[in-house]
Each structure stands twice: as structure tokens, then as C-alpha cells.
């Protein structure tokens, strides 16, 4: 498409938010990231698709593991950067564990990964509806 007219179709200036609902069952981590995939090429963002891919699968992937309730995704997209939360119905923290040098496990190492990809994540300190925690992360447009 013309740049220009691309312009004209979604301006560059503007703050973008979508949300979604996923279901409480092995599929929500796909549904989840192929949402994100699908809002970042629909703005010519495809540099951060890769990481917020990972990032969004790994949040929604311990919510499936760690509660028996859905999860509500929310994307912010503006000109400098994308904020993606993952709600869940559990109180509980969630718990970063490091790696061990040597250690060799199969799960648990989420957050790490998330950690280390992300710019930034923390858990969002307000309820959303029934859910009753969020966590986020945000990653810059250089990705």
C-alpha cells in the first residue's frame, strides 16, 4: 500500500486499544498471541511481533497453568510503544524464578523470559471486573 495513503488510514499520532476475551483452556495461549500478531501487522509494527508474540504467550500460558478462569488481554498501541496486559482471576502474585546455571526444568521460567525480553513489566496494582490482577509488559517500537 502507498505510504501515503496508509497514512491517511491509520495516523501514526493516535492511541490504538483492543481487548480480548480467552477462554479458560489450552488454546487461549495461541488465541492470545495471534491477537497481538494480528494488531501489530494490522499497524506496521512487524519488528515488535516476535517479541510481543513470546511475551503475550508466556503471560497468558501461567494464567492458564496457575487459575481456572479466563484471561483478558488489553493492547495499547501508541506512536512510542505497545502496553500489553494479561488479566486473571487469581489474587496471587506471580512469582518470577530464575534460572540455575545447569538446572534443567520444564516450566517455570515465564516471567524470566519476559523479564529479559521486555522493556519494561509489573503487575497492574487495580482490579478489572471480575479479574483481579494484571500483568503487563511494554516493549518500545525499536522492539
Same mark, same amino acid.
Request: glycine share 6%; with cysteine; aromatic share 6%.
Given at each position: 500500500?502507498?505510504?501515503?495513503?496508509?497514512?491517511?488510514?491509520?495516523?501514526?499520532?493516535?492511541?490504538?486499544?483492543?481487548?480480548l476475551?480467552?477462554?479458560?483452556?489450552?488454546?487461549?495461549?495461541?488465541?492470545?498471541?495471534?491477537?497481538?500478531?494480528?494488531?501489530?501487522?494490522?499497524?506496521?509494527?512487524?519488528?515488535?511481533?516476535?517479541?510481543?508474540?513470546?511475551?503475550?504467550?508466556? *503471560? %497468558?500460558?501461567? @494464567?492458564?497453568?496457575?487459575?481456572?478462569?479466563? &484471561?483478558?488481554?488489553?493492547? +495499547?498501541?501508541?506512536?512510542?510503544?505497545?502496553?500489553?496486559?494479561?488479566?486473571?482471576?487469581?489474587?496471587?502474585?506471580?512469582?518470577?524464578?530464575?534460572?540455575?546455571a545447569?538446572?534443567?526444568?520444564?516450566?517455570?521460567r515465564?516471567?524470566? *523470559? %519476559?523479564?529479559? @525480553?521486555?522493556?519494561?513489566?509489573?503487575?497492574? &496494582?487495580?482490579?478489572?471486573? +471480575?479479574?483481579?490482577?494484571g500483568?503487563?509488559?511494554?516493549?518500545?517500537?525499536?522492539?
Amino acid at each position: 500500500m502507498d505510504p501515503a495513503r496508509r497514512a491517511a488510514h491509520r495516523p501514526a499520532q493516535l492511541t490504538h486499544e483492543y481487548s480480548l476475551f480467552a477462554p479458560a483452556d489450552a488454546t487461549a495461549p495461541r488465541v492470545c498471541r495471534d491477537f497481538v500478531r494480528a494488531v501489530l501487522f494490522t499497524h506496521d509494527r512487524e519488528p515488535l511481533v516476535m517479541p510481543a508474540a513470546l511475551c503475550t504467550s508466556e *503471560l %497468558v500460558t501461567n @494464567v492458564h497453568l496457575h487459575t481456572k478462569g479466563t &484471561a483478558m488481554v488489553r493492547i +495499547r498501541l501508541t506512536p512510542a510503544r505497545l502496553h500489553v496486559s494479561v488479566f486473571d482471576e487469581s489474587p496471587d502474585p506471580p512469582v518470577v524464578a530464575h534460572p540455575v546455571a545447569g538446572a534443567v526444568a520444564c516450566w517455570g521460567r515465564g516471567l524470566a *523470559l %519476559v523479564e529479559e @525480553v521486555a522493556d519494561m513489566w509489573g503487575v497492574v &496494582a487495580e482490579r478489572a471486573g +471480575r479479574y483481579a490482577k494484571g500483568v503487563w509488559f511494554e516493549l518500545g517500537l525499536a522492539g
